[in-house]
């Protein structure tokens, strides 16, 4: 019993999680036909901040010694010990902790939004081939980089997170999680409004014709990148709440492999379809948390992980080949009736490109 | 006079992998992710042939150009012909080409683990070790090899009736088979002579450094960093471009690594990395793109203007 409550929490907090990487990228993709290839960048650039920053700002309020936070390569050693005596402060100053939570998140959407703003530089002037190629690569930079400059998550050893949810004592794990899917909620009820209201028609519409939206007066570049900079701040707020859930942020984490996965889930749901995404995000996490539970029941000579990054790779092909559209194809907007859309050219024609 | 040779043995990897990465973009105009992993197929054959028939590695390239030639066909009979006949858009090929390299690089996994437990040794950080100084034989055949491929190739594309019949379906489909060049045939064709020399390439691979399922995932935005470099539409640009990319690499971080900056050496995969974002950025078209004469009569005007 307690085993599959302890699931279930796992899963709703991996979930919480996904859900904002697939959201955004289905903003960015599913209605802004944007093809973002460097998900992983964004998100990592949330985590990275939070796990540079957080354990410091805890560790300086009870007052450890400044060297011990200052000089690298002492809190390189001492960063989880930090981290430990920082979870204990915090557990008796909920307010604080609560504060941290949502600093870190708001700081982590910034970093997200403005590693945004920078990949719409490329965005708005590449073809999506050579675009996707640079984001490919400046996501891998971000990663060589932490993983080498070590005053920002201590380079390839990583860096221990305090425990924000301490406080509440037995339920923190609860209460964890819980904040975590309150904040993703928040998130999907966002991207539906922003998806239903000119914004996202206009988004739309660039995704449909890009050239017909210009001619009717809109700013085709300022859309592209007010989108990147929203969907990436989703994607950098998502990686500071994974680097607080996990308690710890580890460079070589952030891999492409975390970019396929995003898009396998936006696919698979079905783009354009903010109900698709989510479904595409707890399929994908439901299967892959089931898989780490019952991973010492399964006799393979080799991890099962790699048979199921097979088996779904190849789902996705064939889901390309054969229902395009995904699982939940995208609809018609709420302005239109559905009479008039089945007789329209467009009826037949739901996922992008 | 070491690092050198060990940035010459790295370019030729580099070349020889990315030759086939520039191909296969000029026959459907999609970006390869799974190119790097063709390359650690060759070395895992490589390997296998070594373990398993006690050959020389050397002996294994032709196994090795035929186990990654055709694992390249197969994914483009597989997955990127059909999806081409459905007239899919370059991102649903993207996404294609990113499942295609999760696939294989999770294969390697499964394949390296399956074989450490059923032969009791390792799969995985293997090395083909070299007794000698500084000039091992792996630089002089890793040269020859390139050298004598690039020469072959050109021979093939430019002088063989069948080469420039070749060219003409990769780069003009619609033209090439008014004049009743079997299109689907050459791109086939191209597909396997790409994963092909990618396999080649692989061979080198584990002289160098430790090798395991993730090398030629490492590789491969190094080999787009040369072929953009030369230009994705150049196949022999990607010569160029390898060259630049493998000797900036490693002599880069060489003298970055010393006094007075003295990064770490980890840094190294930020060269070309850097050079091919910034690349992106000023000169997407790569080095064929510049409009050299444009760029020199524009500065010769400006100095005369100025002067």
């Known amino acids: 019993m307690a085993e599959l409550f302890s699931f279930l929490l796992g899963l709703a907090a991996f979930y919480s999680i996904y859900q904002m990487l697939a959201l955004s990228l289905n903003l960015e993709y599913g209605y802004g036909g944007l093809p973002n290839f460097g998900k992983v960048m964004f998100f990592a650039g949330g985590a990275f901040v939070t796990g540079a920053l957080l354990t410091r700002l805890v560790a300086l309020s009870p007052g450890a010694p400044p060297d011990m936070v200052w000089d690298v390569s002492k809190f390189k050693i001492y960063n989880t010990l930090l981290a430990t005596r920082g979870s204990g402060y915090l557990a008796t100053n909920p307010l604080l902790a609560l504060t941290l939570f949502a600093l870190m998140l708001i700081l982590g959407a910034g970093v997200g939004a403005l590693l945004g703003i920078l990949a719409s530089y490329p965005a708005v002037r590449l073809r999506e081939d050579y675009l996707g190629v640079t984001l490919i690569v400046s996501g891998e930079l971000l990663r060589i980089v932490a993983r080498n400059y070590e005053p920002l998550v201590c380079g390839t050893l990583g860096v221990s997170v305090p425990n924000l949810f301490a406080w509440a004592g037995t339920y923190s794990e609860l209460i964890k999680v819980g904040s975590m899917v309150a904040v993703s909620t928040a998130t999907v009820l966002l991207i539906n409004i922003m998806v239903n209201s000119p914004y996202g028609r206009a988004l739309r519409a660039m995704r449909d014709q890009e050239a017909a939206a210009a001619s009717l007066g809109k700013d085709v570049v300022l859309l592209k990148i007010k989108t990147l900079a929203v969907g990436s701040a989703i994607a950098g707020a998502a990686g500071s709440m994974y680097a607080m859930y996990l308690g710890a942020v580890v460079a070589d984490e952030f891999t492409p492999l975390k970019t396929f996965i995003v898009w396998l889930m936006v696919v698979m749901g079905g783009a354009g379809n903010n109900a698709g995404a989510c479904l595409g995000a707890l399929t994908y996490i439901g299967i892959d948390r089931a898989l780490t539970l019952f991973k010492h029941l399964i006799p393979l000579p080799f991890d099962v992980n790699y048979l199921y990054y097979t088996v779904m790779g190849v789902a996705l092909i064939l889901l390309l080949m054969y229902r395009p559209e995904g699982i939940l194809p995208e609809r018609p907007g709420r302005l239109y009736a559905t009479t008039e859309i089945s007789s329209d050219s467009r009826g037949g024609q739901a996922a992008p490109h | ?307």
Do not use: C
């Open chain 2, 1 to 307: 006079m070491n690092v050198v040779l060990d940035a010459l043995a790295f370019s030729n990897i580099i070349v020889l992998s990315s030759i086939g990465l520039t191909l296969t973009y000029i026959t459907l105009k999609v970006p390869n992710f799974a190119h790097g992993d063709l390359v650690t197929i060759g070395a895992y054959t490589a390997l296998a042939a070594a373990r398993l028939l006690g050959i020389t590695p050397y002996a294994a390239i032709p196994l090795a150009f035929i186990a990654s030639g055709m694992a390249a066909l197969a994914s483009y009979y597989l997955v990127y012909r059909p999806l081409d006949r459905r007239g899919a858009g370059i991102v649903t090929l993207m996404i294609a080409s990113m499942s295609t390299e999760v696939i294989l690089r999770a294969s390697l996994h499964i394949f390296a683990d399956v074989m450490t437990t059923s032969t009791k040794s390792y799969w995985r950080g293997f090395l083909f070790r070299e007794e000698g100084g500084q000039l091992t034989s792996y630089i002089v055949v890793s040269t020859i090899t390139a050298i004598l491929i690039i020469i072959s190739l050109y021979l093939f594309l430019h002088r063989t009736k069948y080469g420039v019949a070749l060219r003409a379906a990769v780069e003009n489909p619609s033209l090439a088979s008014a004049i009743g060049i079997d299109v689907d045939k050459a791109r086939a064709v191209s597909w396997l002579i790409a994963g092909g020399l990618a396999g080649v390439a692989g061979v080198f691979m584990p002289f160098r450094t430790p090798t395991d399922p993730e090398t030629g995932w490492a590789l491969l935005l190094r080999m787009f960093a040369a072929s953009v470099l030369g230009g994705l539409d150049a196949v022999f640009g990607a010569v160029i471009g390898g060259y630049v990319i493998g000797l900036s690499e490693v002599l880069g971080i060489y003298l970055l690594s010393g006094p007075p900056l003295n990064l770490s050496t980890a840094y190294r995969p930020a060269i070309p990395f850097a050079i091919l974002v910034i690349l992106l950025l000023i000169a997407p078209r790569g080095l064929s793109g510049v409009e050299w004469r444009r760029l020199l009569s524009r500065m010769s005007r400006g100095v005369v203007r100025s002067g």
